[in-house]
């Protein structure tokens, strides 16, 4: 049973724009949600996370919106580069003192120039 | 400043064969993690490490995997003996719940 789920296996934007990722999750538990960014033959880079007790949090040009009534949080690229392009990973802490990460199965992001 | 370093990079054995992958972390980092990515599975959770102390090993798959983390500084992760449906990519992290930082990979194929 998958308890993080990205629903879309691709999305396609064009440069400039606005990218917006999504990812659902089953467990009310998880108290921690991350997002990646994958590069092929590269490990996973940690590009932000945010505690469930908030709602927004904001690096740069990453800025990733949690629902926890939803269940649903997202993660949003604005200005989306041709850098940006790779796979984006949504991950969350289960809580209760468990620290180990369940990931969803990634969306592949294409910045199409 | 240096990242997660795991070795080797790749690794290709033949089936029955024992395989030792190794992983230093961040130094200062408490917490060491081992996942492994699958088409069919994803990334998933093998076990993690606090202060040494293994916590959580539901992850691992069957008693042929074993990990050890002697010291703050180096853990293994050791299959024994190895099988086809092993071959993955098995990445070693480290730090916390709302950041763990990962190293580039072991790719894996068993033969």
């Known amino acids: 049973d998958q308890q993080v789920k990205q629903n879309s296996p691709s999305l396609s934007v064009q440069e400039g724009r606005i990218s917006i990722l999504n990812c659902d999750y089953t467990?009310?538990?998880?108290?921690?949600f991350l997002w990646y960014k994958k590069y092929p033959a590269e490990g996973p880079t940690f590009l932000i996370s945010?505690?469930?007790?908030?709602d927004k949090n904001e690096d740069g040009r990453f800025t990733v919106f949690l629902n926890k009534s939803a269940k649903h949080l997202s993660l949003h690229i604005v200005p989306s580069q041709p850098g940006d392009s790779a796979v984006y990973f949504c991950?969350?802490?289960?809580?209760?003192?468990?620290?180990?990460?369940?990931f969803g199965k990634g969306t592949h992001l294409i910045i199409q120039p | 400043d240096a990242g997660v370093i795991q070795s080797p990079r790749h690794e290709v054995t033949e089936m029955g064969q024992e395989v030792t992958l190794r992983c230093k972390p961040i130094?200062?980092?408490?917490?060491l993690f081992w996942y492994r990515q699958t088409m069919m599975r994803g990334l998933e959770l093998l076990i993690y490490?606090?202060?040494?102390?293994?916590?959580?090993d539901s992850g691992m798959p069957e008693d042929r995997f074993s990990a050890k983390m002697p010291n703050a500084s180096f853990s293994t992760l050791k299959i024994q003996p190895s099988e086809p449906r092993d071959s993955a990519v098995y990445f070693c992290?480290?730090?916390?719940?709302?950041?763990?930082?990962f190293g580039p990979g072991t790719r894996l194929t068993v033969l």
């Open positions: 992290a480290s730090g916390n719940k709302a950041k763990q930082f």
């Open positions: 467990n009310s538990m998880f108290d921690y």
């Open positions: 945010i505690s469930s007790i908030k």
């Open positions: 991950a969350a802490s289960p809580g209760g003192g468990a620290d180990g990460l369940t």
């Open positions: 130094s200062g980092h408490n917490s």
């Open positions: 490490f606090n202060n040494n102390v293994p916590i959580d």
